[in-house]
């Protein structure tokens, strides 16, 4: 901390301010994230109040919403599990310094891969508990192997043609949502179905219901997300693959000197978030959807997924806590315009405004960081 | 049969409700449960439970104010509003996704006496939340859950809107027209059709269409093409415009709000144009000079009928599946704004002679209502 010092007057006020953000300690920028969480809701409710309605009513229909009963809880961490695990797939990337913006994509080839794997195997195997379970597994490894190519593709291209992995993965989310589009219309569209989509999953095949009884949650697949946290956290900071990926993010010059085949990283870094995303899609066909309906009417996790990462420092531990604050907000959300006559375009706007407040810092830093900003001890 | 005639008809036959009996409107009703709520401030309840009845209304994925779909659907709503003690919650759900839980989340309050779903991608969820609910009134539009008492299930029938519309232009395109510039061409028989999307839906509509025009005109010819897109006006206004070079004086389009382009395309080139599902002379006035008609879907009444049956307590009267027809009187053709009393009384004739035949059974289609 001392390393920035006011004393310096030659520094701009911007090097200060960069300086400061970048050498924050964990506490400082979990305080920061906290107060701009406070901050930005407190501006919510002057709004709504300017709106004409009751603010008191907002606050207290935000936390009744998220954790006020068994059903908000639930419905609370339905969504943080697909924003902890989505957050988890652009936060690997994003430390590994890849800026994977395809995670949506990721998200919608994994989650047809599933479905559509699950359903042409069903027939030769078991109905029943062993089946389901059988099915599930079948169904959550083609989502990740076919996650982690459509991750691998881009990677390939930025490692060996350089093409900027940003705009290929936004390109890949077109193709992805399209091509899906298609099949789910055309090829893959189930015979009974009424509206565009696949044919449904087998009953059986749906994770079990402990502790909540909700037809689009179950704890399994929050356990998945805590997993895999768990997981990834662990191939960070304790495996050689791990080292070097976080090292290319930190200082990707030292890393190649000091050995990192950078290439080889990149290609490896996408896959791994592509893998991540996969999984997101698969337990978002199972445990909600149960079947695969046209990617465009789906939730934007993948994007969202991003504001997860920022707000967590793109620390998969910090994810956990982001996604849950995310769920949280979405849920309280869907209470509010459900239970109040707050329109669904205040309500999202508010939610919009404290994404913008808590993963804004955090932007910053990033910025700062690239830009070498800070000091000259950097 | 607009909302508005059939709504002063029915007013006056209905039974007065316990709530509009007195001279209390709804407004007046609201502020003061507003000024009762302001008092009781203290206990943080969830909702103000002000009105004797309520309905829900969760939206398609496109959302509300969507000038169409949706939006014809909540005006029934609003519309008993305006006759009942009726507070009523707009859901607007974008993602399909969520419907199972939002379904839930609404029925499980117990609260309202219809909860009404627009579009056929609530089907799928609504089939396990009508069992699981069975004591709520469930509306569903564009499909119907088999079996169940508890839902009420519309089913628009398109094509017999598809069919009426082209009875309407191979009829005025044999009869002299003239209006603020634009005009028809009696001499040849050549009537246009401009879809959005190229998909079942829309080629029913395209079907039905021609085979309308043919019921009542053999000779006409009938162009049609797709702009490929419901929101892309220029694409609709280049199949309008190649299809008016062509000979056509009317053109009907079944493109939503890519509609508009044919509209621009008739108006420029000094023809004449029909609108689809709703009173286009009204939602896109500005072509209010070339719009002749509309053929148009009565949703409003539809939902305006089933909630009021279930304030009324009359559920089995609209339960079950149900048809937005010629022959309950949803689907019609109207005149536009511009042109009232002034059109041919063939026109009129050649309508009633459809509907009856309709209603009759004499007119059997090659398409259903969504496809062929």
């Known amino acids: 901390m001392s390393s920035v010092s006011d004393t310096d007057e030659s520094k701009s006020r911007l090097e200060r301010i960069a300086g400061y953000l970048l050498d924050a300690t964990v506490l400082e920028r979990i305080g920061i994230a906290v107060g701009a969480t406070a901050f930005a809701l407190l501006i919510g409710l002057v709004i709504v109040a300017l709106a004409g309605y009751d603010p008191f009513r907002f606050a207290t229909q935000l936390v009744v919403g998220a954790f006020g009963s068994e059903r908000a809880i639930a419905r609370t961490l339905r969504f943080s599990t697909l924003f902890v695990l989505a957050g988890l797939a652009v936060a690997v990337a994003f430390r590994a310094g890849v800026f994977n913006i395809g995670v949506q994509g990721q998200f919608v080839v994994g989650g047809i891969a599933c479905v559509m794997s699950i359903i042409w195997t069903a027939p030769y195997l078991p109905t029943g508990t062993v089946g389901g379970v059988l099915l599930i597994g079948i169904g959550v490894v083609n989502a990740i192997v076919f996650g982690g190519l459509y991750g691998a593709l881009p990677g390939a291209l930025k490692a060996y043609a350089g093409a900027n992995e940003i705009i290929t993965t936004i390109m890949l989310n077109f193709i992805a949502i399209g091509v899906v589009g298609w099949l789910v219309n055309g090829p893959f569209r189930g015979e009974e179905a009424t509206s565009v989509r696949t044919e449904q999953l087998p009953d059986y095949v749906a994770f079990p219901q402990v502790v909540f009884s909700d037809p689009n949650f179950s704890v399994v697949g929050f356990g998945i997300a805590v997993l895999s946290v768990i997981g990834v956290a662990f191939v960070l900071t304790r495996t050689r693959y791990g080292y070097d990926m976080v090292t290319s993010g930190y200082q990707a010059t030292a890393a190649r000197f000091s050995g990192v085949d950078s290439k080889q990283t990149i290609v490896a870094t996408m896959t791994l978030s592509g893998m991540i995303a996969g999984l997101t899609g698969a337990v978002f066909a199972i445990m909600i959807q149960g079947s695969y309906t046209d990617p465009a009417g789906i939730g934007n996790y993948g994007f969202d997924g991003i504001a997860v990462s920022l707000l967590a420092a793109n620390n998969p531990i910090g994810v956990v806590p982001a996604g849950i604050l995310f769920g949280g907000l979405e849920s309280a959300g869907s209470h509010i315009q459900i239970r109040s006559d707050v329109p669904v375009q205040l309500i999202n706007g508010i939610i919009g405004l404290v994404v913008l407040f808590v993963a804004v810092p955090e932007l910053f830093r990033m910025i700062g960081a690239r830009m070498g900003l800070g000091g000259d001890d950097r | ?372």
């Not at chain 2, 009781?40 to 309520?54: S, V």
């Not at chain 2, 939206?59 to 009942?84: C, H, I, K, T, V």
């Not at chain 2, 519309?165 to 401009?194: C, K, M, Q, R, Y």
């Open chain 2, 1 to 372: 049969m607009s909302r508005q005639t059939q709504s002063e008809g029915d007013s006056d036959a209905r039974p007065a409700t316990p709530n509009s009996a007195g001279t209390v409107d709804r407004r007046t009703f609201l502020a003061s449960t507003a000024a009762v709520g302001a008092v009781g401030l203290a206990g943080c309840a969830d909702d103000e439970e002000g009105a004797e009845y309520n309905a829900a209304i969760i939206s398609s994925p496109a959302g509300f104010d969507d000038n169409a779909f949706n939006d014809n659907a909540r005006d029934g709503l609003r519309e008993a509003a305006e006759e009942y003690d009726l507070d009523i919650n707009d859901v607007e759900e974008t993602e399909e996704a969520e419907y199972e839980s939002v379904q839930a989340e609404l029925a499980e309050q117990d609260l309202y006496d219809v909860i009404v779903m627009v579009g056929q991608q609530h089907y799928d969820p609504l089939v396990n939340n009508s069992e699981t609910y069975p004591d709520q009134n469930w509306m569903l539009i564009n499909d119907h859950v088999e079996g169940a008492a508890n839902v009420s299930g519309w089913i628009e029938m398109n094509h017999e809107m598809s069919f009426l519309a082209g009875v309407a232009a191979g009829t005025l395109t044999t009869e002299s027209i003239e209006h603020e510039g634009s005009s028809t061409n009696p001499d040849e028989s050549v009537v246009g059709f401009v879809g959005g999307e190229d998909i079942d839906l829309i080629n029913a509509f395209e079907t039905s269409y021609i085979e309308g025009v043919e019921w009542v005109n053999d000779d006409a010819e009938v162009l049609t093409g797709y702009g490929g897109s419901f929101s892309d006006t220029s694409a609709a206004n280049d199949v309008a415009a190649s299809q008016i070079d062509d000979g056509a004086d009317i053109v009907w389009h079944a493109a939503s709000a890519a509609g508009g382009g044919a509209f621009s395309a008739a108006q420029s080139n000094d023809r004449f144009a029909l609108g689809v599902d709703v009173d286009q002379s009204i939602t896109e006035d500005q072509y209010a000079d070339v719009i002749l008609g509309s053929a148009v879907k009565a949703l409003n009444e539809a939902t305006y009928d089933v909630v009021t049956a279930a304030m009324d307590g009359d559920w089995g009267g609209v339960s079950g599946e149900r048809n937005l027809s010629i022959e309950q009187g949803g689907i019609d053709f109207i005149t536009g704004q511009e042109f009232e009393g002034s059109l041919p009384a063939a026109l009129d004739e050649n309508l009633e002679d459809a509907k009856d035949a309709f209603i009759a059974g004499e007119i059997e289609l090659t398409c259903g209502p969504t496809g062929c």
